[in-house]
């Protein structure tokens, strides 16, 4: 089966429930025709329900930046699967080295978010990546694999289809330094065959890695060329709908 590239935007803390709105709409105008990829935005907490009515019978699917992996209960502050699901997402970011690196997620907390996302059928993008110094130090793909294998921990073979894994070395996150395409490539394919360990070849074939990490109109094109490239997780600009667009439209 041939994978579906996956286009994808966090929009991080970023545009009230107004700006969402109005960036979605041009987003839902101008991507109308896209067929053959998936289209993903990712807006804060507080615009979900908004962005997910107006994207309503569009092709363009929702998701959340966070879960908290419990139903309901007293955790102030947090938000559940079945809050996220309830306010029309589909999909769900875990892991990302933000939440890694400010609020302390642990490979086994992002992993009990995982299986509480998919417990609820949302389809989780599980983030993972190198810092610097650790591919400064050649252990890139040591700590990559170790990410993947911990954060995917008892998650069955059936629940992957509904899995993304997206690569996002921290050192090209928001700073302008995107991986090379063989850079990204050659870390994909570690994944993959991390994926192909785990699960066998043929549901690790058919998992979605996204790239993520300075994604820009300039560089998607030559970055989606790549063949372990199943599509991108976008940061800052996927907060503009002209960038946005030229992203989703990539040529390759
Ligand atoms: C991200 O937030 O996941 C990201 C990749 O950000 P940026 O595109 O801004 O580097």
């Given at each position: 089966m041939a994978r579906k590239k996956i286009m994808a935007g966090n929009w991080k803390m970023h545009k009230t429930v107004g700006e969402s709105v109005t960036l979605v709409e041009q987003l839902r105008e101008a991507l109308a025709e896209v067929t053959g990829r998936e289209i993903l935005v990712c807006p804060p907490f507080t615009a979900l329900y908004a962005v997910?009515?107006?994207l309503q019978g569009s092709n363009i699917q929702?998701?959340?930046?966070?879960?908290?992996?419990a139903e309901q209960g007293a955790y102030t502050g947090e938000t559940s699967p079945k809050m996220i699901l309830d306010v029309g997402c589909s999909h769900v970011i875990l892991g990302h080295s933000e939440r890694r690196q400010y609020f302390q997620e642990s490979d086994q907390f992002v992993n009990e978010k995982?299986?509480?996302?998919?417990?609820?059928?949302l389809k989780p993008v599980l983030c993972v990546g190198e810092t610097l110094e650790q591919r400064g130090e050649g252990r890139q793909k040591t700590v990559v694999s170790f990410?993947?294998?911990?954060?995917?921990?008892?998650?069955?073979?059936?629940?992957?289809?509904?899995?993304?894994?997206?690569?996002?070395?921290?050192w090209?996150?928001?700073?302008?330094?995107?991986?090379?395409?063989?850079?990204?490539?050659?870390?994909?394919?570690?994944?993959?065959?991390?994926?192909?360990?785990?699960?066998?070849d043929a549901v690790?074939?058919?998992?979605?890695?996204?790239?993520?990490?300075?994604?820009?109109?300039g560089n998607v094109d030559e970055l989606m060329a790549q063949p372990e490239m199943d599509g991108a997780l976008v940061g800052g600009a996927s907060l503009d709908a002209e960038s946005f667009v030229r992203i989703v439209k990539f040529q390759s």
């Open positions: 997910a009515q107006a929702v998701g959340a930046q966070n879960l908290y992996p995982l299986k509480a996302a998919l417990g609820y059928g990410q993947v294998e911990r954060g995917l921990q008892s998650i069955p073979a059936e629940a992957m289809k509904d899995v993304a894994v997206a690569y996002e070395p921290i090209a996150i928001g700073t302008g330094h995107t991986a090379t395409p063989q850079q990204a490539d050659e870390m994909h394919a570690t994944i993959r065959n991390n994926l192909s360990g785990l699960y066998g690790a074939q058919d998992v979605c890695i996204l790239y993520g990490g300075s994604v820009k109109p």
